[in-house]
């Protein structure tokens, strides 16, 4: 965080969908830059968890692929019985 009184920071463009833009332009009383940072920010402090439990895993892909075949096959055969 910036802590001077003029503080620049890098500037990115986004492209939204035509409803939300409609909806944005209603609400001018809104800061949508800070609420799109704070979303933002949000989903990159789950990245960097994910990144950091990562960082100590000795899971290997070809591990993480066989879980995810049991899973499957474990919701697959729930459903069928049900």
Do not use: F
């Amino acid at each position: 965080m910036c802590m001077h009184i003029y503080c620049t920071m890098p500037t990115m463009t986004l492209s939204v969908p035509d409803d939300l833009y409609t909806v944005i332009k209603q609400h001018n009383e809104i800061k949508w830059s800070v609420i799109a940072r704070n979303a933002m920010w949000e989903y990159a402090r789950k990245i960097q968890l994910v990144d950091s439990i990562l960082e100590k895993s000795e899971l290997t892909e070809i591990d993480a692929a066989e879980i995810g075949k049991l899973i499957k096959k474990s919701v697959r055969e729930q459903h069928e019985i049900e």
